[in-house]
């Protein structure tokens, strides 16, 4: 019956964070690049930065109201309370007893409602002052690192792209079997 129970709690888990995922995908290498590239980093900066926290908002009132842990941190502090038996669980039981790395993070590799889930223990009482104060705290950490990342990134690919024109350009001109060719068929 245990068993069961686990796979149950694991799969809600696994399929709440393969939903959430594959939408913060798209929201963080797709429409936060894009909108960060083209508005520059204070404009599109600070738009990203206020739909981020609304997402947020809106999924950590979502996740309050349903009170099903499916991002799995009332699981991680279950297991964190256990004796560890492996390296990999030593070595996130210490991990885990430094919340203020913790909190870097779980900013930067996920978004503001993750990192309040997570802080929250597992709990589904209600948002307290302490929550919101970790939330606004996560929103201004992950998008300040979500901008930088972002202008990088997008500067990186317009950059690459650039360089590939010049190149293949240039490439297709001065190779001889090619320039050959063009010369024989006009």
Same mark, same amino acid.
């Given at each position: 019956?245990?068993?069961?129970?686990?796979?149950?709690?694991?799969?809600?888990?696994?399929?709440?964070?393969? !939903?959430?995922?594959?939408?913060?995908?798209?929201?963080?290498?797709?429409?936060?690049?894009?909108? &960060?590239?083209?508005?520059?980093?204070?404009?599109?900066?600070?738009?990203?930065?206020?739909?981020?926290?609304?997402?947020?908002?809106?999924?950590?009132?979502?996740?309050?109201?349903?009170?099903?842990?499916?991002?799995?941190?009332?699981? !991680?502090?279950?297991? @964190?309370?256990?004796?560890?038996?492996? !390296?990999?669980?030593?070595?996130?039981?210490?991990?885990?007893?430094?919340?203020?790395?913790?909190? &870097?993070?779980?900013?930067?590799?996920?978004?503001?409602?993750?990192?309040?889930?997570?802080?929250? @223990?597992?709990?589904?009482?209600?948002?307290?002052?302490?929550?919101?104060?970790?939330?606004?705290?996560?929103?201004?950490?992950? @998008?300040?690192?979500?901008?930088?990342?972002?202008?990088?990134?997008? @500067?990186?690919? &317009?950059? &690459?792209?650039?360089?590939?024109?010049?190149?293949?350009?240039?490439?297709?001109?001065?190779?001889?079997?090619?320039?050959?060719? !063009?010369?024989?068929?006009?």
């Amino acid at each position: 019956m245990k068993t069961r129970h686990n796979y149950k709690r694991f799969t809600i888990i696994g399929l709440g964070h393969l !939903l959430y995922a594959a939408f913060n995908w798209v929201f963080d290498h797709v429409i936060y690049v894009y909108v &960060v590239f083209t508005w520059g980093m204070l404009m599109g900066g600070g738009l990203m930065t206020l739909l981020s926290l609304l997402q947020c908002a809106l999924t950590l009132h979502l996740y309050e109201k349903m009170q099903i842990d499916w991002v799995g941190a009332g699981a !991680l502090q279950h297991w @964190n309370n256990q004796e560890p038996s492996s !390296l990999v669980s030593r070595v996130f039981r210490r991990i885990s007893k430094k919340p203020k790395a913790v909190f &870097v993070f779980l900013c930067v590799v996920s978004d503001p409602f993750i990192t309040t889930a997570y802080f929250r @223990n597992g709990r589904f009482d209600g948002l307290t002052a302490q929550d919101w104060q970790t939330f606004i705290k996560s929103v201004m950490v992950s @998008n300040g690192y979500w901008i930088c990342f972002s202008a990088l990134l997008g @500067n990186g690919i &317009v950059t &690459v792209w650039q360089w590939l024109c010049i190149h293949t350009s240039l490439t297709a001109y001065l190779h001889p079997l090619l320039t050959a060719q !063009l010369i024989h068929n006009p």
